[in-house]
């Protein structure tokens, strides 16, 4: 038992206002210390707003911030989310990718309001971005959306009806492919996991050699949707690959979806081991080593 009974003390994937979550930055690192969280990464999708004002309540609370972000890619693979760790807020050419990332966003929220309405669903755009509070649009805002309008039961009723992938409203991102997204964080210095690996459609023997080969380090073992054997599963992947067995509640804080905040046991050699890949400059020395030869 854990001293709040049921979180525990990391959690690598979190959400907050600044895209899909429910609660602002600093207000959901209040509510992680509050439950004895001590480390946490805020992982929202495509941006890097909220970790000044999450590390800020972090230092009043007692909880090390890691910022981090999420990148959803689908493709054939099936949906690849690749979590980001480490990551800078003030790295400028980082921000102006994930600003594109945002405005796709926005086009395909867009375009599912359009959809919505055409098949009797009418939602409006302005109550969409309202209810964003300017985060990183996402269908959690139209599944809100939906549900103050009536059109849907409850929250994760809207997911299971409209906005799910085989459904008529469905509209896919163009975003980046899986390999590019780690790529990305690579390339700005971060340390890039698989997360939730569930959700990838081919066999993961298939695409971990590729995604470990354009930077990959870390694969999300610790998730609350995984059964016992999926986890022994993804950990001897972990091992085969070389890879960081991180974990996270991916909470938002709306509807069922994820787990509770704090909800999901991380060890805390996770948290080690990508320290010490940050720490020996990931960028250079862990993947792609340039062959630099002797001279000095
Ligand atoms: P998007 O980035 O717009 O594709 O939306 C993905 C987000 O929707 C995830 O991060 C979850 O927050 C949420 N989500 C995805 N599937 C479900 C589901 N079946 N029920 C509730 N929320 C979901
Ligand atoms: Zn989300
Ligand atoms: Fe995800
Ligand atoms: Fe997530």
């Known amino acids: 038992m854990t001293p709040s009974g049921d979180a525990y003390p990391i959690d ?20 992680a210390a509050a439950r004895g969280v001590r480390i946490q990464a805020l992982a929202d999708h495509d941006t890097l707003a909220g970790v000044a004002e999450a590390v800020a309540t972090g230092q009043e609370t007692g909880v090390r911030v890691i910022p981090a972000t999420e990148l ?20 400028a050419v980082l921000g102006e990718r994930l600003r594109w990332l945002r405005e796709d966003r926005g086009r395909r929220v867009e375009l599912m ?3 919505l309405g055409a098949l009797g669903y009418p939602v409006r755009l302005e109550r969409v971005m309202e209810i964003a509070q300017g985060g990183a649009l996402g269908r959690p805002h139209l599944a809100q959306a939906l549900l103050e309008a009536g059109h849907v039961p409850s929250y994760d009723a809207a997911f299971e009806t409209l906005l799910s992938k085989d459904s008529p409203a469905y509209v896919a991102r163009v975003g980046l492919t899986p390999l ?4 990305l964080v690579r390339a700005h210095g971060g340390v890039p996991a698989l997360a939730h ?15 470990v080969d354009a930077g990959l380090a870390g694969i999300e073992c610790y998730y609350g949707s995984h059964s016992v054997d999926a986890t022994v599963r993804y950990l001897a992947l972990a091992a085969r690959y070389g890879l960081v067995p991180t974990g996270g509640s991916d909470f938002h ?44």
């Open 113 to 115: 309001v359009e959809k």
């Open 180 to 183: 590019e997204a780690v790529r």
């Open 253 to 296: 804080g709306r509807g069922e979806h994820g787990a509770p905040l704090g909800g999901v046991r991380v060890p805390a050699a996770s948290i080690d081991a990508l320290d010490a890949l940050r720490a020996s400059d990931a960028r250079v020395s862990a993947y792609h080593v340039e062959p630099l030869g002797r001279a000095r």
């Open 197 to 211: 690996p569930g959700t990838v459609a081919l066999e993961l023997e298939k695409v971990l050699p590729e995604l």
């Open 12 to 31: 690598l994937h979190t959400h907050s206002l600044r895209s899909d979550g429910a609660y602002a930055p600093g207000e959901l690192v209040r509510m």
């Open 72 to 91: 959803n890619t689908e493709s054939e693979w099936g949906d690849v989310h690749v979590l980001g760790y480490f990551l800078d807020p003030a790295d």
